[in-house]
């Protein structure tokens, strides 16, 4: 099915995806047929205990897991949140993470910091590498307890990819645990965690095309975790509350049509990022942030750039709205506001040449146009 023509140019696939009309078909669906509560015992309760296993299945299939390894949460935020005090929970004493994580990481490990676990940050380079010296540097140093190593899968304002491999294999070297949020990358790479170093992987439906609300935690065979919510004994006991069973199917629907059109999407993304980054170079003194334009190190879709204006970027954002186009300063999680990008203040520091210029993140997805391009840059032009 195609995707209906939308009135918007919508370049802002970072911070959330418009959902496949198969999967929105698929919700009403359950909705209205499957209604049964999971835990019931009969039929329609068991129907629906049918859905809910199937997708555990699907997703499994498609990350390289096994069923029991997937739990379903409400999405990425309660994903990140789950394994860093439930780990806490379990023993670990000290978290190492970065400052340009999602505030679902870095505002729970200062939380958790507040209460005493040890939380240190890996340097992060100007391009937004992972600095692994210093990593390697941290987990030599003695701690109290067990350590919970946590950074990303792929940075969701400058798209950067980084090697869970060698992340996962460094920490387990350390007898540290490995966490990655991986929201990011879940839509546009290919995971097979069956012989990987990653313990625990977070992921989040309305980034892959899916509906919002729903996400699932992967947590390697083996460990445990002690849960948050407490309650009816759901997802094994790791997560109580009835499952929303709607969500979790078309979750799984979403991912595996996903999954199937990656190569596709990557191509047509890749060719459309190709066109914006070649039109935007021709504003003098533009600088890219990140690794955006090194193919096989940032994921297709995003593109982060800083414009040589001084301009307001909440002014620059409503100018393009006010156009129809949707783009973002940055990340889109801050509940609406507006601010100088934390990751851009981060990789630059005091050698920020561009300090209070306006940072736009531009994300791009399977349903975008060559003409969307071109027409949001000239809309860029016409501002500075
Ligand atoms: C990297 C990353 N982690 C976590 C989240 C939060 O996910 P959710 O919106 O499902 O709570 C986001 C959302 O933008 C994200 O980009």
């Given amino acids: 099915m195609k995707k209906h023509t939308p009135p918007i140019i919508y370049l802002d696939h970072s911070a959330t995806t418009e959902p496949y009309p198969e999967v929105i078909l698929r919700m009403g669906q359950i909705l209205c047929d499957s209604y049964g509560n999971p835990s019931s015992t009969h ?7 049918i859905i809910v296993e199937e997708s555990r299945r699907e997703i499994a299939g498609i990350i390289g897991a096994s069923p029991s390894e997937v739990f379903f949460t409400s999405g990425g935020t309660e994903s990140d949140n789950t394994v860093l005090v439930g780990a806490t929970m379990a023993g670990v004493r000290r978290i190492i993470t970065s ?9 729970t490990a200062s939380h958790l910091s507040s209460m005493g676990v040890s939380v240190k940050y890996v340097h992060i380079k100007e391009n937004g590498d992972i600095d692994l010296e210093h990593l390697c540097s941290i987990l030599e140093m003695p701690s109290e307890g067990k350590t919970l190593v946590s950074l990303m899968h792929v940075q969701n304002e400058i798209g950067n990819i980084y090697d869970i491999n060698a992340i996962g294999n460094l920490s387990h070297a350390y007898d540290a645990w490995f966490h990655t949020d991986a929201v990011q990358g879940m839509c546009h790479l290919n995971y097979d965690l069956k012989n990987s170093p990653v313990d625990f992987l977070s992921a989040s439906a309305h980034k892959f095309y899916g509906p919002k609300g729903i996400g699932f935690l992967y947590v390697k065979s083996g460990i445990v975790l002690p849960s948050l919510l407490h309650g009816g004994e759901q997802e094994r006991g790791m997560r109580s509350g009835t499952e929303n069973v709607p969500a979790i199917a ?7 049509m996903n999954n199937d059109e990656r190569v596709e999407d990557r191509t047509h993304i890749l060719e459309l990022k190709g066109h914006l980054i070649s039109r935007l170079k021709e504003i003098e003194g533009i600088r890219f942030n990140g690794r955006c334009s090194d193919w096989e190190h940032s994921i297709p879709s995003i593109v982060s750039v800083t414009l040589p204006i001084k301009k307001d970027p909440s002014m620059m ?17 801050m509940a609406g506001a507006v601010k100088d990008s934390f990751v851009i203040s981060t990789l630059y520091g005091d050698n920020n040449t561009m300090k209070g210029m306006p940072t736009l993140r531009i994300s791009m997805g399977k349903w975008n146009v060559k003409e969307e391009i071109d027409i949001t840059v000239d809309a860029i032009k016409s501002l500075l």
Avoid: N, Q, Y
């Fill in 250 to 256: 078309a979750m799984a629907l979403a991912l595996k």
């Fill in 99 to 107: 400052p340009i994580e999602h505030h679902a990481i870095t505002a």
């Fill in 43 to 49: 039929s329609a309760g068991r129907d629906a205990r």
């Fill in 317 to 333: 954002l409503l100018s393009l709205d006010m156009k129809g186009i949707c783009v973002s300063a940055g990340s889109a999680c």
